[in-house]
Each structure stands twice: as structure tokens, then as C-alpha cells.
């Protein structure tokens, strides 16, 4: 299936590894145009290198998503280095798990505040695009946890907001084709994360991860990237303010 992506133009931050270089990865393949951030600038400079090799133009620098005025200056810059802006994909997160200050000031200012900041940069943007061609789109990275809660979790909670806040820009931005959804992956295996971590220094746990989901695997980045490109897509041009959940079945929620 044709997305229709060619040649449009995204941001992706937290774009150089895990589930954020994937969704930049497959949004290349797509024939996009793609922006990268992350903190590490030699992580962004092989990211941005990679999508140029799948053929498409890409741009990335390194930035502190707590940092406002870097975070809306790379938005900005994407936007005038690709000539305007289709997509927002705001996957940044600072993965944190506790309840110290410290833990919720750290997923209030990289998760919550991270997509708010990003998205006032690129909405005049956005909405240019949706005007010019029907279909414009902002996508948030959440989680199955915003909707389970064993315990007190900044993570969970923060990850909750970001639905909240996801309807409310759909519904402002309806008329005008702006479209916003969110996307909550279940757990997500890859070499570094955090089930990574968890496979090589706690099996026992992760085995019993593992048993919990009926798909009896993990996810892979690819796979939740796959999700998020195509609901960014104008192929999904009637599809907004959603929660969609690729979890896997792990979770025994209804998503009504």
C-alpha cells in the first residue's frame, strides 16, 4: 500500500535509536523527508546518515528536550530545511519509573512538556501543510502504562497526560486537517532498552514478562514504527484523536 508519504516531510524526536529511529527509518523507506533529535550528537549524525542512504533528504541536531528555546529553534529548522512540515512525532522520553521530585520533574519536562513545546513550533507549520493538501498530522509516543498502575508512577502518569492532551488538540484541529493520535506500545524489546537491559541482567523477570503476553515475544521498534507511520499517513486521513494500543493483547483492557 501506497501511504502516500513521498516527498512530504517529518520530525521525529528521539529519532536516533529504539522505537524513534525506526518510525524515522520507515518514514524514509516511505520516501519522506526526515528530521532527527536526540542528545547524543554522534548518535544523530549516523541517524541522519543512515536515512540519507535510503535516499531521501535528512537534517537532525542534538538537543536537550528540556532545553524550550533549543527544542522549538530545531523544530523550526527542520521546517526550513525541508520547506515546510507534514508530521510531528513527539517519542522523546526521559523513562523514568519513580516518584522522587527528581522522577517527575524528568517525565513533566521531556515527556509532557517536550510534546507541548514541539508541537506550538511546528502547528503554523502543520497547519500550512493541512491546508495545502487536506492532511497534516501529530503523533505521540505513550504507553500501555498510562492505563496500568501496580503502583505510584510518574511514568504512568505522564504517559496518561499525553492522551488527555492528544484529544484536545484533534478536536481543535479537526476542521482544519490537522489530526493528532497517539500510539501506546506495550513492551518493547531492542539491544539497549529497557527490556534489553532487563533480558541480559534479570532473565528471570524477563522471562516472566514474556509469559504474560498470549503473543508469547515482545515487540520489536519496527513494528510499533510501522503503526505510528501509517496512522501519520494520509491514508488515515479520517482517523484522529485515537489511543491506539500495539501491545500485543498484554494488556486485558477494553480501548473504548
Not at 510534546?115 to 500501555?144: C, M, Q, T, W, Y
Not at 501519520?232 to 482517523?239: I, V
Request: proline share 3%.
Amino acid at each position: 500500500m501506497d501511504l502516500k508519504l513521498k516527498g512530504k516531510s517529518a520530525v521525529v524526536t528521539g529519532g536516533s535509536r529504539g522505537i524513534g529511529r525506526a518510525i524515522a527509518e520507515t518514514f524514509a523507506d516511505e520516501g519522506a523527508n526526515v528530521a532527527v533529535c536526540a542528545r547524543n550528537p554522534d548518535q544523530v549524525a549516523e541517524t541522519v546518515a543512515a536515512l540519507e542512504r535510503r535516499g531521501v533528504r535528512a537534517w537532525g541536531q542534538a538537543v536537550d528536550i528540556t532545553d524550550k528555546q533549543a527544542l522549538q529553534a530545531f523544530v523550526m529548522g527542520a521546517a526550513e530545511t525541508f520547506g515546510g512540515l507534514d508530521v510531528l512525532v513527539s517519542n522523546a522520553s526521559a523513562l523514568v519509573q519513580g516518584v522522587s521530585e527528581d522522577d517527575w520533574r524528568a517525565m513533566f519536562e521531556v515527556d509532557l512538556l517536550g510534546a507541548v513545546r514541539s508541537f506550538e513550533a511546528a502547528r503554523p507549520h502543520l497547519e500550512k501543510a493541512a491546508a495545502a493538501n487536506g492532511d497534516a498530522a501529530f503523533i505521540l509516543i505513550s504507553s500501555i502504562s498510562a492505563a496500568e498502575a501496580t503502583g505510584a508512577s510518574s511514568y504512568g502518569a505522564m504517559k496518561a497526560a499525553l492522551i488527555h492532551y492528544a484529544k484536545g488538540v484533534a478536536r481543535e484541529g479537526a476542521r482544519k486537517g490537522l489530526r493528532c493520535n497517539v500510539v501506546s506500545p506495550g513492551t518493547v524489546l531492542f539491544d539497549g532498552g529497557v527490556w534489553g537491559r532487563v533480558r541480559d541482567n534479570m532473565p528471570d523477570f524477563f522471562a516472566q514478562m514474556i509469559k504474560r503476553n498470549p503473543t508469547g515475544r515482545m515487540a520489536t521498534p519496527e513494528e510499533i514504527a510501522a503503526a505510528t507511520v501509517f496512522l501519520a499517513s494520509p491514508r488515515s486521513a479520517f482517523t484522529t484523536g485515537i489511543n491506539m494500543v500495539v501491545d500485543g493483547a498484554i494488556s486485558s483492557r477494553v480501548n473504548f
